[in-house]
């Protein structure tokens, strides 16, 4: 006769002793004797711990057929409809969710949740358990708020439970990794700390789930910048899953996990010993390798391509810090070449460009991601500048100039071009960055109007309703409209959302504007002084247009200094059109 349970005893001592890689064998084995003994009932349960090992090893095709077959088995057992079948197929419900079968993972949750629904009427584990599974299924397909509610509905059951500690941990890892979806990171770290010191003080010793806690810990931790910590944690990580599963698909997620923290730590130290900022690490990396390289295997075109570092990134802009490493950052360059020398010798460029050196400076081969595309290597020059705006040459119409955001012609201006033969790049370049006045003038219109609009007529209003939605999305659209005209006014384009405030600490006029705009950033929309300190931003802006020659007005209402750029407008337009005239008389 089969003994179930000191079978299963046996198998919980192989993964208490962290022989979990040897569980596999043991409960094949079990199986085999199971089926000798002709004991159904205990092939069921040894299906039932298959398919959870299989689950948590990866293997979802064995999985799956463990859970095939304990339905084919449990149905000809006639257990349709008893507790045990509903833990049957809530076990199998996991497996199917593990393996991205989310709708039939959600039909076996449905079905298990209807039989616990007849035989629970108090707090339990099956219950819990089968709103944490289903938790997880409405993460993974994006229903973020729902999972949330099923964890905590989850965790308000298991507390009432007695000697639950391994089920709490585990679901305070399953809330901590839920709230970094959502980007709760403070809430998720406090999660995974509470399940980490659960697991280490239980008396008999680490629960599998534990290197899930471990894992989420050292992301809390990453994501705070505290790299050590979160080496260390993922590192214990690794340690527990290879005890327990060994080297499978999630010991290889949290290993690359740990080197992505190993490479930020490097990067980051070669930058604080370094102090080598990113424009200049290019510059040096290409007269380096890339100028010897063109030199060497390119030396009919050596007096024809262009090289620098131009566009995005953080480096361009000259602001970027030991953080900044983190990605899109290491030696690199661009190269770039007319049409006609592209089509003959891009490609094989290209492959000596990759060929260079992947290490320079004690810095590591450039980390790009896939989010931010390629922004080093070799390039056609129109394409380039086609891809960050839209256009290959500068825009002639100033309609053309409007369509394009600030923010990507300060990308296609950014950087430095090291060298350019023929010119032709720094052309382009230089073009780029002259953006007709007129287009200017329009774009100051549009922003002083939003001004006014938005703080000085709509956040008033709001206030008075006591509508509190209204007053945020005005205070914050009122904002938006004076860093660009603060930018507008300094003759320089916008950069990128995260540095403009940045970019503001270069600003000859109205230098004051950022402390200003940081000082009302701070303020609550019901504080008392909210409309004064819009009301002075909008007085500092009306005194720079009268400064600047563009406003005869002493009003403070922006509305009316738009008049004033409109006046300036209409007088070009008529010179434009006398000299369109002149131009026809002569000819």
């Known amino acids: 006769m089969f003994d179930l349970q000191r079978f299963l005893e046996g198998l919980d001592l192989l993964y208490a002793s962290g022989k979990g890689r040897e569980a596999e064998d043991y409960l094949k084995r079990g199986l085999k004797e199971a089926a000798a003994c002709g004991d159904d009932g205990s092939i069921l349960a040894i299906l039932n711990e298959l398919m959870g090992y299989y689950r948590a090893a990866g293997r979802h095709e064995e999985c799956l057929l463990c859970a095939r077959q304990a339905m084919e088995l449990a149905d000809e057992l006639g257990l349709d409809g008893t507790m045990q079948y509903g833990t049957m197929l809530l076990n199998a419900a996991t ?23 007849r035989y629970i009427s108090g707090p339990d584990y099956h219950m819990a358990s089968l709103h944490n599974n289903l938790s997880l ?29 391994s089920e709490i941990a585990i679901t305070h890892t399953n809330l901590g990794n839920l709230c970094f979806q959502m980007n709760q990171t403070a809430e998720g770290k406090a999660h995974m700390e509470e399940a980490v010191r659960m697991f280490e003080k239980a008396p008999d010793g680490k629960d599998s789930h534990y290197a899930s806690a471990l894992s989420g810990l050292g992301e809390a931790y990453f994501r705070e910048g505290n790299l050590e910590a979160s080496k260390a944690c993922y590192e214990k990580a690794l340690q527990e899953i290879e005890a ?13 996990n740990l080197e992505l923290v190993a490479d930020m730590q490097k990067r980051q130290e070669a930058a604080k010993k370094s102090r080598v900022k990113g424009l200049e690490l290019a510059r040096a990396y290409y007269e380096t390798y890339g100028k ?31 953080l900044s490493t983190d990605h899109d950052f290491g030696p690199g360059f661009c190269l770039w070449l007319t ?36 922004r080093v290597g070799v390039f056609e020059i129109g394409a380039f500048f086609q891809g960050l705006t839209g256009f290959k040459k500068p825009p002639k119409e100033e309609e053309e100039w ?3 955001p600030q923010e990507r012609l300060r990308t296609a201006v950014s950087g430095a071009v090291f060298e350019d033969p023929l010119g032709k790049m720094t052309w382009r370049w230089n073009g780029f960055a002259q953006e007709p006045e007129s287009a200017r003038l329009k774009r100051l219109y549009r922003s002083l109007g939003r001004m006014a609009q938005a703080g000085q007529y709509n956040f008033g209003r709001a206030k008075k309703r006591n509508d509190m939605g209204a007053m945020y999305f005005s205070l914050s659209e009122f904002l938006n409209a004076a860093v660009e005209t603060a930018y507008l006014l300094n003759e320089t384009y916008m950069p990128f959302y995260k540095w403009k405030l940045r970019g503001m600490e270069e600003f000859q006029c109205l230098p004051q504007m950022r402390v200003c705009l940081e000082e009302l950033m701070e303020k609550e929309p019901t504080d008392k002084d909210v409309e004064e300190r819009i009301e002075r931003i ?47 008389t002569v000819d």
């Open 244 to 256: 327990f599963y060994g080297e499978n698909e999630y010991y290889q997620v949290t290993k690359r």
């Open 538 to 584: 909008c007085c500092d802006v009306a005194q720079e247009l009268r400064e600047q020659g563009l406003s005869e007005s002493t009003e403070t209402f922006l509305e009316a200094q738009k008049s004033e750029i409109l006046k300036h407008l209409l007088k070009m337009q008529q010179t434009k059109g006398k000299e369109s005239d002149e131009e026809r």
């Open 339 to 374: 049409k006609k020398d592209y089509r003959k010798i891009g490609s094989r460029l290209q492959e000596a460009y990759d060929a260079l050196p992947k290490e320079f400076m004690g810095y590591e081969a450039r980390n790009t991601t896939s989010q931010a595309g390629r």
């Open 95 to 117: 497996g199917y969710r593990a393996a991205g079968r989310y709708q039939e993972a959600e039909r076996l949750y449905g079905q298990a949740y209807e039989i616990y629904r």
């Open 292 to 322: 010897p390289m063109i030199e060497e295997k390119f030396p009919e075109y050596r007096d024809r391509i262009a090289a620098g570092l131009v566009g995005e990134g953080s480096e361009c802009l000259g602001y970027d810090d030991a």
């Open 402 to 404: 409007l369509s394009i």
């Open 137 to 165: 299924l409405y993460s993974e397909t994006g229903r973020l708020q729902d999972a949330k509610r099923e964890l905590e509905e989850a965790m308000s059951i298991i507390q009432k439970l007695d000697d639950a500690d």
